[in-house]
């Protein structure tokens, strides 16, 4: 793999995945064609392969730390933010120019060998690092929607605000945590919108235009990985 477990990134603009990415993404791997669109990913030994540049893994382990604080803080005590079986896990971190935070995350280490087995050329990457910028100036919510999870990250000016990670059961689960991160993130009577990113779910989008009629709401159907 390109980064060892302590490499850092620099990463101040936009992430938009290419045809050089692959999500792993509720235990599945999809690759993102030129228009856009998810599709499956499928393993194999061909040279497509060798051509993947970024791996973006989906799990819990992750955390924003300030950067004045990251280097007061040891590696023992980012770990246990993560978790309590370290020995389970890889760690990386990534420092984030345009935030002014790294981004610490883990990853089991079965998986990390099993990557870089099958995409040896490939550099890992947490799932967020895909929702942690916005290229608006105004305020925005940017959601990825799946079956099982729910990312959602906020947006002051460009300046992330949150970013986290859901477990949910239903489209109400879903609607709680985005009211709540609206709350969190101050944007009650101010104006802001609405990315909407993965599964397509019209009751969730539905509620949402009836709770905030004002706000506007994009919807980025390429990326609906169930019906692509």
């Known amino acids: 793999m390109k980064s060892k477990q302590v490499g850092i990134g620099n990463k ?4 938009k995945p290419s045809p050089t990415d692959i999500f792993i993404f509720e235990d599945n791997y999809f690759s ?4 856009g669109f998810w599709k499956e990913f499928k393993i194999s030994k061909k040279d497509d392969n060798f051509k993947i540049k970024n ?3 989906d799990n819990p382990y992750f955390t924003i730390i300030p950067e004045e604080i990251f280097s007061n803080i040891s590696d023992d005590q980012k770990n246990k933010l993560l978790t309590n079986n370290q020995s389970q896990l890889n ?6 120019t345009a935030h002014g935070s790294f981004l610490y995350w883990g990853i089991k280490k079965s998986l990390n060998q099993k ?3 099958e995409l040896p050329h490939s550099t890992p990457m947490h799932f967020c690092e895909s929702l942690m910028f916005s290229s608006d100036e105004g305020n925005k919510l940017k959601f990825f ?3 099982k999870i729910i990312y959602i990250s906020s947006f002051l000016k460009n300046k992330l605000i949150l970013i ?3 477990n949910i059961d239903s489209s109400d689960d879903s609607l709680y945590y985005l009211l709540s991160v609206i709350k969190e993130s101050k944007f009650i ?3 802001f919108s609405i990315d909407h990113q993965g599964l397509d779910d019209q009751k969730l989008i539905s509620k949402i235009k009836e709770i905030l009629p004002e706000i506007k709401i994009y919807s980025h159907k390429e990326s609906d990985y169930k019906n692509s």
């Open 115 to 117: 990557i870089q087995s």
């Open 91 to 96: 760690f990386f971190k990534s420092l984030h």
């Open 189 to 191: 009577g101010e104006e």
């Open 12 to 15: 101040s603009k936009s992430l």
């Open 145 to 147: 929607l799946g079956e």
């Open 55 to 57: 791996v973006y893994i």
């Open 32 to 35: 993102v064609n030129e228009s």
């Open 164 to 166: 986290n990670r859901y």
